[in-house]
C-alpha cells in the first residue's frame, strides 16, 4: 500500500493494526514498528530501561516522516512564492473593474 506523497510504504496492514489495538493516530507508515514497541512494553511492564532498540528504530522512523513533511511544506511554499513574485510583476490588477460610463 502506497501512500501519496510520501516515499515510505505502509508495511502493516489495516488488519493487523486492528489487530494490535494500534490508535487511529498512529496508523502511519511506521505502525509495523510500534506493533513490536508496543509488544515489548507490555512484557516488560513499561520499565524505560527496556525495549531501547524498539522504541529508537519506532523514534527515527518517526523523525523520518516529520522531516519528509516538512521539505514537501518548503517546496509548496518556494513555489507559492515564485507564483506570488510572477504575479506582481505581472502589473497591478484592480479589485473593481470600471464601468462603460466611468
Known amino acids: ?9 505502509m508495511i502493516a496492514t489495516q488488519a493487523e493494526m486492528v489487530e494490535n489495538k494500534v490508535p487511529i493516530p498512529y496508523r502511519d507508515q511506521c505502525a509495523h514498528l510500534l506493533i513490536p514497541l508496543n509488544k515489548c512494553r507490555l512484557t516488560e511492564f513499561y520499565l524505560p530501561w527496556k525495549c531501547e532498540i524498539e ?13 519528509e513533511r516538512m521539505l514537501q511544506m518548503q517546496k509548496i511554499r518556494e513555489e507559492e512564492a515564485k507564483l506570488k513574485q510572477a504575479g506582481k510583476q505581472g502589473g497591478f490588477m484592480p479589485l473593481i473593474p470600471k464601468t462603460a460610463n466611468a
Open 1 to 9: 500500500m502506497e501512500v501519496e506523497g510520501s516515499s515510505k510504504k
Open 55 to 67: 522504541r529508537h528504530s519506532y523514534e527515527k522512523c518517526e523523525y523520518e516522516l516529520v522531516m
